[in-house]
């Protein structure tokens, strides 16, 4: 299979400096003599991607001269201007051209090599590590996609020690793994020395080595080769024995990649899964962006693999991001982790306010580590606010319920799980009771090109399909409300009135909701109407058709009407399905929303509850038990409150009319459907899957995208349909624009095939997983 990564035949380095003129060039050209002088049978390459001040400078030039005739040199990219390759050019090229080239080229010389017993490529980059390509993007973002072994060029002068050691900080924060720092010997300054020991308190390896400074220029041509000629013959003593530290910790981290699958069988209990029926471990090197880079032991090469179901659907601003990553390690210089109760820092009171700045709705935030905690929260405070207004907290312990729809899933803690309808979740969980009454929701899908909902018998008093001339006709529901199909919203109304009237007697403390899609149980679209009528009828009615009394001092102009309303967007919020809140497509608010996932852009835990005042005050007392007892010993931690800041605001900005959104996505979607919704998902697309004949019906809204296959004979969680789908995506032979082998990382839900994009994900990419799934399905 194609790859540009390292693989136990080919090592791949590339050569960062601490600064300019530190000797990056001739350590370049030392290593790759060393290279060819360490191994019989082994190609040596050595790639320039960007060169400035050609042809007067060309460090493939040099490296050539001084090597033998058998070494591959190339330079791609040539500017006459000395200067920094951000201002040698008037048309920069863009990064995924110079990334898909450079990739290219690597591929070329990976494939050159197939009948040598293995390679060396060595990759010079320009100036210092954060110098800029052509874009202006820093260096050390632009090439961690191909995450090579770094050897850093240290800097020998005054002040030497700091350049190097920030240096080394920047590659090894942004995961780069850094086994050598190469430096010219200096008597006076002896920045090896410290380096070494600083180095080597460090919980990775790396080797510090120093060589004799190179003579200094001479004035006759002639001679200057000469005495460099003989310089490099000196400096073959000094970088062989490097060359022979690299090639260990290159076997050393091969034959720990064997040997992680294997243990992780032995050692792991993974979650959600029948290990019984796993027949591939996924060995995962490294992620960047929207890629894992995985390990496959048969082949001993190292692969793309999309992650197309946003890692659990915490994906938001990609993998690696360092953004966020410098988010967190500056909370973690600053803070660590503090206490939070009684206390305050300024990560999570920034993050309170910028969430509050949005929910308008809400004037209170609380804090916890997941989702399922979150929706925890959400159930204490909900049934703690209805118990106090109706009085139940007064009555003798009754049960108190909630009031859902059938297929909803809101986490694994024992309270959520028993807020939901018997399913497969907690079918074996002996101390699961459902505490509840669950609705059967009408749901959205697209069927041979045709928009419509499917409404069930349970609801309407038999099964219907209602069409639609468009997917933004069902999703206008935030501006026509009932108005968008009125006759439906009166069934639904009658439906849900009727519910309400059969639960009398019993004390509802909470209407649970996922709104717009239910993630774990199916990727289930749900009629936005159907949960706005359900909304505004249980605040204008439930109290009266429940027949709850309201005590003194709990009036119902405190906040919220009938019962509390809790929105799970632990998956859908924050922009995973198009808008920052799901809750914007119903145009309704609720009176507490849950928030995790994408809240960090996919990068720490963290989760929030968010809610009114009222719901606030009911825990108000001077009698210590009365509060909310809820926590966890890292609550509001600083790393995760300055991600999730950062995150909001990155969100905030993709999602600006001058984001990338609006022409990538949105507009192409206007085109086509109109504009109450759209998808980072092809309009064609979801045309043509709607056709295939092995398709039931799909549907996109947002970053998600879910087909569900015919099966006759098992529906849902159970159904293994998916299966033979799930394994051609993981382990086809696709490849993308640069001839790279990439798969997809593809969860099944039963019988359906949900794939999942970033926020940040490309149309390009977007287009390579689509072109994938329609193989996979049509084959």
């Avoid at 700091?162 to 720092?181: A, K, W």
């Avoid at 064997?258 to 243990?263: G, R, S, V, Y």
């Avoid at 032991?297 to 690696?320: R, V």
């Avoid at 507009?667 to 056709?691: A, F, I, R, Y």
Wanted: one cysteine or more; glycine letters at 6%.
């Amino acid at each position: 299979m194609p790859s540009v990564y390292s693989s136990r035949a080919f090592q791949a380095y590339q050569l960062f400096a601490a600064n300019t003129n530190v000797g990056k060039t001739i350590f370049s050209t030392g290593l790759c003599r060393a290279a060819a002088l360490s191994a019989n049978n082994h190609n040596v390459f050595y790639l320039k991607p960007v060169q400035t001040g050609y042809p007067t400078d060309s460090d493939e030039r040099h490296v050539k001269t001084y090597n033998s005739s058998s070494i591959y040199t190339h330079t791609e990219y040539t500017y006459p201007d000395p200067v920094s390759p951000h201002i040698a050019t008037t048309l920069p090229p863009s990064d995924r051209q110079v990334m898909d080239k450079t990739k290219q080229h690597i591929l070329n010389c990976v494939q050159q090599s197939k009948d040598k017993a293995g390679a060396y490529f060595f990759l010079e980059t320009a100036g210092g590590i954060h110098s800029p390509v052509m874009s202006g993007t820093s260096q050390v973002d632009f090439y961690r996609p191909l995450r090579m072994p770094t050897v850093l060029v240290g800097d020998s002068n005054l002040g030497g020690i700091s350049t190097t050691l920030t240096s080394y900080e920047s590659l090894h924060l942004r995961g780069y793994d850094v086994p050598s720092v190469l430096l010219f010997n200096n008597d006076r300054y002896k920045n090896h020395e410290l380096m070494a020991t600083r180095l080597g308190q460090s919980n990775v390896p790396v080797q510090v080595a120093c060589v004799p400074a190179p003579p200094a220029p001479h004035e006759d041509p002639m001679k200057d080769q000469e005495a460099m000629q003989r310089y490099y013959a000196e400096l073959d003593e000094y970088l062989v024995p490097v060359m022979a530290y690299l090639d260990k910790q290159h076997q050393d981290r091969f034959d720990r990649l064997d040997t992680m699958a294997d243990k992780a069988r032995d050692k792991f209990w993974w979650p959600f899964t029948q290990h019984n029926l796993v027949k591939k471990v996924t060995v995962m090197d490294s992620a960047h962006q929207d890629r894992f880079v995985t390990y496959d032991k048969e082949t001993q090469t190292q692969n793309d693999m999309f992650d197309s179901c946003a890692s659990w659907w915490t994906q938001g601003l990609g993998h690696a991001n360092p953004q966020l990553t410098l988010a967190a390690a500056h909370a973690a210089g600053r803070y660590g982790h503090v206490m939070f109760p009684e206390s305050c820092n300024e990560p999570a009171l920034a993050l309170a306010e910028s969430v509050l700045d949005k929910d308008t709705w809400a004037q209170r935030v609380f804090f916890s580590d997941n989702g399922s905690t979150a929706m925890e929260v959400a159930l204490k405070m909900a049934m703690g606010s209805a118990g106090k207004r109706y009085g139940w907290h007064q009555q003798e312990r009754k049960p108190i319920d909630i009031l859902g729809l059938d297929g909803s899933y809101h986490g694994d803690t024992i309270g959520t799980m028993d807020a939901c309808s018997p399913n497969v979740y907690n079918d074996q969980v002996d101390w699961y009771q459902p505490r509840g009454t669950w609705l059967e929701p009408p749901t959205v899908h697209v069927s041979q090109g045709k928009a419509f909902v499917h409404v069930p018998a349970s609801v309407s008093g038999q099964s219907e399909r209602i069409d639609y001339d468009s997917l933004s006709s069902v999703y206008s529901v935030d501006q026509l409300g009932n108005q968008r199909d009125t006759a439906l919203a009166d069934i639904y109304q009658r439906h849900i009135r009727e519910q309400l009237i059969k639960l009398r007697g019993r004390n509802v403390g909470a209407v649970l909701m996922e709104p717009l899609l239910m993630g774990a149980g199916g990727m289930i679209f749900v009629d936005p109407l159907f949960q706005r009528v359900m909304v505004d009828t249980v605040r204008q009615e439930a109290k009266d058709l429940l027949g709850y009394q309201v005590q003194p001092n709990h009036e119902q102009t405190d906040g919220w009407q009938g019962i509390p309303i809790v929105f799970d967007e632990v998956f859908a919020g924050w922009y995973r399905l198009g808008r920052r809140s799901a809750s914007d497509h119903l145009g309704v608010k609720p009176d507490i929303a849950a928030y995790a996932k994408t809240l960090t852009g996919g990068l720490l835990p963290l989760a929030l509850t968010v809610t009114k005042e009222s719901i606030f005050n009911t825990f108000l007392s001077d009698n210590k038990p009365d509060c909310l007892l809820h926590g966890h010993s890292y609550t509001a931690h600083p790393m995760g409150s300055n991600v999730a800041k950062t995150t909001i605001d990155i969100l905030e900005s993709l999602a600006s009319p001058s984001g990338p959104w609006e022409t990538n996505y949105r507009q192409p979607w206007k085109k086509h459907d109109g504009g109450n919704m759209w998808s980072m998902w092809n309009w064609e697309t979801v045309q043509e899957l709607s056709h295939l004949p092995n398709v039931e019906s799909v549907m996109s809204l947002g970053s998600v995208l879910a087909v569900s296959l015919k099966d006759d004979q098992t529906k849902g969680y159970g159904s293994g349909v998916s299966a033979s789908v799930i394994q051609k995506l993981r382990q086809g032979r696709f490849l993308d624009n640069t001839g790279v082998n990439v798969n997809l990382f593809a969860r099944p839900l039963g019988n359906v095939v949900y794939l999942m994009t970033s926020q940040i994900t490309t149309p390009d990419d977007v287009g390579l997983c689509e072109r994938m799934l329609l193989s996979a399905l049509k084959n």
